[in-house]
C-alpha cells in the first residue's frame, strides 16, 4: 500500500501521564450550519453507532459513517486523496504507522480537542494531526470449556506446537489494519520462518476479529491467535467460555488513531467530532464494552488488567516512531501469500 519505509506501531503503552496542551477550540454554531460530516472508520460497528447516535442527539448533526476494515479503510481514503478527491471529513482507523506517513504527507488538518492532554504522550501526534480513540488489546484468547489449563499455550512460539494444529483462527491483515502492526513486530523479532511455521500448523484466516470470535462460540477453532481482546470480553458477558491469555513473550497495545482530514468539506463538524470522541461519556463506552479508553484517566474493563501491569511484547515496551520502521508494503503484500497460501 505505501512505497517507503516507516514505523509499524505495536506499542505497550508504558507511559501514561500527556504533558500539558493548549486546547483547540470547537464551534458547534458553526458545525450546525454545515449540517452534516462524513466519518470513514474501522471501530467496531455497533460502537461506531452509539457514538454516531449519541453525537446526532446532542448536536443534530448527521453523521454518515462508512465502516470497514482498518486496511479497507485506508486503501479507500488514499485512492480519494490521490484522485484529488476529499470525500471524507473524520478518519479513524487502528494503523498508527499509517496515521504518521498520511501526518507526513500533509493529508490532515492538526487539531488538539478538550482531553488532549489526557491520552499518553504515545498514542497521539504532539501537534494533533492523529489522536487515539481507543487503545486495542491484540492478543491470544481460547476456549477455556475445551482447553484444559494444562494446555494452554504460554507464549506466541507455543502456538507453533503440533497440539494445536487445526485449532486456530487469526483476523487477515490486508483487512484489518490491527494486524499489520502485530505481523510487522512479530515477523520483526522471529523472521517470516515464524508464520511459515505457523501456516504449517493449519491456522485458519478469516476476514476480521467478529468473524474469529464467530468462529470460536460455534466451536469450528478453539484459539485467537493476534486477535482483538475486546470481542472476547463481549463473548464473555454474553455467558461464552472464553478466557484471555497473556502470553510470557507479551501483548501487542496498539493505538486506533482519529483524525481531522485537511480540505474536509464540513471542517466545523468535524473538529466537533473529534472532540466529542474524547469526552466521557464515548471513552467509557470503551470499557463499558469490554475495551480500553485512550484516555489515563478511565478505567480499564472490568474483569481485566490496568495496561500498565501487562508486559508489552519485546522491543517496543514503548513507542519509539523512529526506531522502529519496517516496510508495511512488504507486510501486506507477503503475510496472505508467503506465510498463509497453500
Do not use: C
Request: proline fraction near 7%.
Amino acid at each position: 500500500m505505501y512505497s517507503r519505509r516507516h514505523l509499524l506501531v505495536a506499542a505497550a503503552l508504558s507511559t501514561f501521564a500527556g504533558a500539558a496542551w493548549a486546547q483547540d477550540a470547537t464551534d458547534a454554531a458553526k458545525a450546525k450550519a454545515e449540517g452534516k460530516l462524513v466519518w470513514y472508520t474501522s471501530t467496531p460497528i455497533e460502537t461506531g453507532q452509539k457514538i454516531v447516535n449519541m453525537f446526532e442527539k446532542e448536536y443534530g448533526i448527521k453523521v454518515e459513517m462508512f465502516r470497514s476494515g482498518g486496511s479497507a479503510i485506508l486503501r479507500r481514503f488514499q485512492q480519494e486523496m490521490d484522485a484529488g478527491r476529499v470525500a471524507v471529513d473524520v478518519l479513524t482507523t487502528s494503523d498508527p504507522a499509517a496515521a504518521a506517513l498520511m501526518t507526513k504527507k500533509g493529508l490532515f488538518a492538526p487539531f488538539k480537542p478538550k482531553n488532549f492532554d489526557k491520552v499518553p504522550d504515545a498514542a497521539k501526534d504532539p501537534n494533533g494531526n492523529y489522536i487515539a480513540q481507543r487503545l486495542n488489546l491484540m492478543t491470544l484468547y481460547l476456549r477455556s470449556d475445551k482447553i484444559a489449563p494444562a494446555d494452554e499455550p504460554a507464549s506466541w512460539d507455543a502456538l507453533l506446537d503440533p497440539k494445536y494444529k487445526g485449532k486456530m483462527a487469526m483476523p487477515d491483515p490486508s483487512f484489518t489494519s490491527l494486524l499489520v502492526s502485530v505481523v510487522g513486530m512479530l515477523s520483526k523479532n522471529k523472521g517470516w520462518e515464524y508464520f511459515e511455521k505457523l501456516r504449517k500448523n493449519d491456522v485458519l484466516i478469516v476476514q476480521g476479529n467478529q468473524q474469529v470470535s464467530d468462529m470460536l462460540k460455534r466451536g469450528e477453532r478453539l484459539i485467537a491467535v493476534g486477535s482483538l481482546d475486546s470481542y472476547a470480553a463481549e463473548d464473555r458477558a454474553a455467558g461464552h467460555q472464553l478466557k484471555t491469555l497473556y502470553p510470557s513473550d507479551g501483548v501487542f497495545v496498539i493505538p486506533s488513531p482519529t483524525s481531522v482530514v485537511k480540505g474536509s468539506p464540513n471542517p466545523n463538524a468535524a473538529r466537533l467530532f473529534a472532540e466529542f470522541m474524547l469526552s466521557d461519556p464515548v471513552q467509557m463506552l470503551f470499557p463499558n464494552e469490554g475495551g480500553y479508553s485512550a484516555r489515563s484517566d478511565m478505567p480499564a474493563p472490568k474483569g481485566s488488567p490496568d495496561l500498565k501491569s501487562i508486559k508489552g511484547h519485546p522491543g517496543r515496551l514503548r513507542l519509539h516512531r523512529k526506531r522502529i520502521a519496517e516496510d508495511q508494503e512488504t507486510v501486506h503484500r507477503n503475510l496472505p501469500v508467503k506465510a498463509f497460501n497453500a
